[in-house]
């Protein structure tokens, strides 16, 4: 039976689950920033470190781990640089004392530079070659992006759990219909053909190596999504800076996969429904006990007044000229 919480997961048990795969450890422990799940580095006797990662319990079915570390390891298997679990004993998941667990091989490097064309075009190359093996089948037992699952179940929990002050409700409720109204219908007209995704690709989750380039990591939200979703997270700075940056990540892309330009009109939609699922996420979590220390910004007032400004200002984007490109 999975442990309901983390409560249990201290240094000895994680060493403890590490050695039960045949490793012996040097006692060297290193939290990583991970909030989701727990993931940390561990030394080993004679060898290079190992990543270890305790999925949050009851998040995912181990169908759905199976999933990521099999999208992951075929990735991998065609020399993509993608951090996969390894596989100890014939198995990617491990299990002890009632949690459950993946290792990798630790992998260095730093984010990449948002405005280094040359990296950006390394980077849609490397996205191109990912979305030709996503694009082969769909995830199964794993999410699909929609609106209901992006806006709809986070501000149904927000508002069913008080989390948003009772003066600012009404206009909270006025933009997420509001967004759900236009997002469905644009949606409903672009029709995107779905692929299976990294999911949460920004630059925290892609590891520049000075001498082998990119490596992708962290496939832990990889679903199926619009092609598009594993790069628009790339962008950042103002409209004209985004544009130009979308240019060359689409300038690598398209050396190995087609892209359909009609999902640009999705870049802003996008973009908002990460804004609400974000909040309904930390909302979801404000139990754990690592998270009110993390985001001591979160659930204020102060929090939900900007919150409907970035969502106010949202719509305001997206009644002007559409994403497009020189």
Same mark, same amino acid.
């Given at each position: 039976?999975?442990?309901?919480?983390?409560?249990?997961?201290?240094?000895?048990?994680?060493?403890?689950?590490?050695?039960?795969?045949?490793?012996?450890?040097?006692?060297?422990?290193?939290?990583l920033n991970s909030y989701e799940n727990r993931v940390n580095q561990i030394g080993i006797d004679d060898g290079e470190p190992? =990543?270890?990662?305790?999925?949050?319990?009851?998040?995912?079915?181990? $169908?759905?781990?199976?999933?990521?570390?099999?999208?992951?390891?075929?990735?991998?298997?065609? $020399?993509?640089?993608?951090?996969?679990?390894?596989?100890?004993?014939?198995?990617?998941?491990?299990?002890?004392?009632?949690?459950?667990?993946?290792?990798?091989?630790?992998?260095? @490097?730093?984010?990449?530079?948002?405005?280094?064309?040359?990296?950006?075009?390394?980077?849609?190359?490397?996205?191109?070659?990912?979305?030709?093996? @996503?694009?082969?089948?769909?995830?199964?037992?794993?999410?699909?992006?929609?609106?209901?699952?992006?806006?709809?179940?986070?501000?149904?929990?927000?508002?069913?759990?008080? !989390?948003?002050?009772?003066?600012?409700?009404?206009?909270?409720?006025?933009?997420?219909?509001?967004?759900?109204?236009?997002?469905?219908?644009?949606?409903?007209?672009?029709?995107?053909?779905? =692929?299976?995704?990294?999911?949460?690709?920004?630059?925290?989750?892609?590891?520049?190596?000075?001498?082998?380039?990119?490596?992708?990591?962290?496939f832990d939200d990889c679903q199926n999504a619009p092609a598009v979703q594993d790069l628009w997270m790339l962008l950042s700075?103002?409209?004209?800076?985004? =544009?130009?940056?979308?240019?060359? =990540?689409?300038?690598?892309?398209?050396? !190995?996969?087609?892209?359909?330009?009609?999902?640009?009109?999705?870049?802003?939609?996008?973009?908002?429904?990460?804004?609400?699922?974000?909040? @309904?996420?930390?909302?979801?979590?404000?139990?754990?006990?690592?998270?009110?220390?993390?985001?001591?910004?979160?659930?204020? $007032?102060?929090?939900?007044?900007?919150?409907?400004?970035?969502?106010?200002?949202?719509?305001?984007?997206?009644?002007?000229?559409?994403?497009?490109?020189?």
């Amino acid at each position: 039976m999975l442990h309901p919480n983390y409560d249990n997961l201290t240094p000895d048990l994680i060493i403890n689950a590490v050695e039960s795969l045949g490793f012996i450890a040097d006692m060297r422990f290193f939290p990583l920033n991970s909030y989701e799940n727990r993931v940390n580095q561990i030394g080993i006797d004679d060898g290079e470190p190992v =990543i270890v990662k305790f999925y949050r319990p009851s998040r995912w079915s181990d $169908e759905a781990i199976l999933e990521e570390h099999a999208y992951s390891r075929d990735l991998a298997n065609l $020399e993509l640089p993608a951090v996969a679990p390894l596989q100890v004993k014939g198995r990617t998941l491990h299990y002890f004392q009632g949690y459950r667990f993946a290792a990798f091989r630790r992998q260095g @490097g730093q984010a990449p530079e948002p405005n280094d064309f040359d990296q950006l075009v390394w980077l849609g190359r490397l996205l191109g070659r990912l979305h030709k093996v @996503g694009g082969t089948t769909l995830f199964t037992a794993r999410p699909t992006l929609t609106i209901e699952r992006m806006i709809s179940e986070p501000s149904n929990y927000l508002l069913s759990r008080n !989390f948003i002050p009772s003066h600012l409700i009404p206009a909270y409720k006025n933009l997420i219909n509001e967004v759900t109204e236009r997002f469905r219908s644009l949606f409903n007209a672009i029709t995107p053909s779905l =692929i299976r995704c990294h999911g949460d690709c920004h630059i925290a989750n892609i590891l520049w190596h000075r001498e082998t380039g990119p490596w992708f990591v962290d496939f832990d939200d990889c679903q199926n999504a619009p092609a598009v979703q594993d790069l628009w997270m790339l962008l950042s700075g103002s409209r004209h800076e985004q =544009i130009a940056q979308f240019s060359e =990540i689409l300038a690598g892309y398209e050396e !190995f996969h087609d892209f359909d330009r009609r999902e640009l009109q999705l870049i802003e939609p996008l973009r908002t429904m990460r804004m609400v699922y974000y909040s @309904g996420w930390l909302a979801r979590r404000w139990d754990d006990p690592a998270f009110p220390p993390n985001f001591p910004w979160f659930n204020t $007032e102060h929090y939900w007044q900007s919150h409907i400004s970035e969502l106010q200002e949202q719509l305001f984007i997206l009644d002007d000229e559409p994403f497009r490109l020189f």
